[in-house]
């Protein structure tokens, strides 16, 4: 049986560009641009919490990296490095070459070593800690929203809830739909370039990894202030469009998870250069709302009235 | 039932005073020292695997970021930032209190602060990431070995692989020398100030975490040299030592992990200057043997003979 350090050596020992040292001593090193300010962030993944233990290990490996730069993105920074701590109850090489696979897919898209790791065994479950670059004071933190800014969501909302809700029975799709949006949840892209062109623009921002409430209510609560956004507003693929009737239809567009979509402020002076970005980037930007200085998130009708509609984000401890 | 933000907020949140953004947004912002590289590592600890699950939290806390920092002590960083990636089964907040309560009491010691963090729900594992600063070309690596020059080990061997021997019932020890033992398996001591100290002085590094020859191996390995080191000259505290004519004795001080002490390399001229920082640190330093060019890790007598002594370091997925 092949040594824990020939397991990591073989599969997750590649050049890393980005680094003095990379896997192989007590610690890695590495050399931050001058006067960059680094942003860093850690995520867990665990089986059968946040994925099926059967998950296709290489959409796994792309997808525990991936929502950690989703992280970075958020915060408007370059992504640079990662480690990855891996937890496996059993040696089985064609899984980990494959979970491998994605994570370099992954990692060489967006321009990040993986500089460092610890694999144990036991129960299995990724942690990822990603390091990216920013300027100083460029930085789009989540306490920046101010009254009359508007609110903007990037791509759609709803698509990697609406799959998951068709693989837990709890939905209906047809297979080439299912798959369309399994891509979503399986495989998201986080919007590292999108991120990038919000500094000096946005004045907060997050990802949507637990569900629009949910995440814009960070903003709202580290800035705050309170928001209104227009139901009718929300941007909608053609799937979950269609899917307007169902029972879990708000649920998935309002508190699902697992879109990694980014959720802005900016100033209404920016509006063009928003419009501009989402041509450029080829990303959809949609302004659905507005910021105001009393607390609260109302979903408003496009007459501006408060609908009744109670979702929550999801919390890993709820009952 | 609190929610996982609650729980966050309440127990791993406290001021970053080395951070420019702390826990509690995306990402944690950093601004190294001009200049600086950053060292970064990452362990996992996987409960019933790495330790009992009904350990003393205060205590876990305590290990799980000193382990961490013996890494970054290794490479002669000093210790700056850690994120924490907690996996728990179950909201304890008596255990998450305790359990925090240890990590601080480490982190303060060392001028760590923690920035960043993630809680999921799963079979229990804790993963640090822990991030130093070490001035370019001064990091004590594990490829600088040179043949000639003197192997030495800080503290004594073999405490905490004892201690662990008698609780798992392998051997047996009187209550106050089992309890002096496990102190130092279960509240180890990062030998950060000697990493420091070590640099300009060391050729290389490496903390001992899965047993003297194993770690040794590592540095042989990666310089591309041998060592003879000598039985007689491992230093030993005075349970162990009274414990030689036992079977575990070997396995305790040759390959008993946990001891978190540091192997290190120096040129023979700087044999009085290690002595001298022994004397400054109040810190044992004993020098065990010597790099030779060719390959191999011999245990000799105190007449140069090769011993027939076999054991290797702990390995996680062997048999």
């Given amino acids: 049986m092949p040594s824990e350090f020939d397991l990591i050596q073989r599969h997750f020992t590649r050049t890393a560009p980005n680094a003095v040292l990379g896997v192989g001593d007590d610690c890695a090193l590495l050399q931050p641009g001058a006067g960059m300010q680094l942003a860093i962030s850690t995520d867990t993944l665990v089986a059968d919490v946040h994925f099926f233990a059967d ?4 959409k796994l490996g792309w997808k525990s990296l991936a929502v950690n730069l989703s992280d970075l993105a958020a915060m408007g920074a370059t992504p640079r490095w990662a480690t990855l701590a891996l937890t496996v109850p059993e040696v089985d090489d064609d899984w980990l070459a494959a979970f491998a696979g994605g994570v370099f897919r992954c990692a060489d898209q967006y321009g990040v070593s993986l500089v460092g790791g610890d694999t144990t065994r036991g129960a299995l479950s990724l942690t990822f800690t990603v390091i990216g670059e920013v300027p100083p004071n460029q930085a789009l933190r989540r306490d920046g929203a101010q ?14 809830a609406l799959a ?24 998201p892209t986080p919007r590292v370039e999108l991120g990038l062109a919000l500094r000096g623009l946005a004045s907060s921002a997050i990802d949507i990894s637990d569900g629009l409430l949910a995440d814009l209510g960070h903003i709202l609560s580290r800035s705050g202030v309170g928001a209104n956004i227009e139901y009718t507003q929300l941007p909608l693929g053609e799937i979950v469009h269609d899917y307007a009737a169902h029972p879990e239809f708000d649920a998935c567009v309002l508190s699902g998870g697992d879109d990694y979509e980014l959720c802005f402020t900016a100033p209404a002076a920016h509006h063009q250069a ?4 989402a041509t450029h980037l080829d990303l959809r930007l949609t302004c659905i709302g507005r910021i105001h200085a009393e607390p609260g998130l109302n979903v408003c009708n496009a007459q501006g009235q408060v609908l009744d509609i109670r979702c929550t984000g999801y919390d890993h401890f709820a009952a």
């Fill in 147 to 160: 009254p009359d800014d508007e609110i903007w969501v990037s791509g759609t909302l709803g698509d990697a």
């Fill in 274 to 277: 928003l419009d501009d970005i």
């Fill in 55 to 58: 998950t296709d290990p290489h």
């Fill in 164 to 187: 998951l809700a068709v693989l837990q029975g709890r939905a209906n799709l047809t297979t080439p739909d299912l798959a369309t949006l399994a891509v979503r949840l399986h495989t």
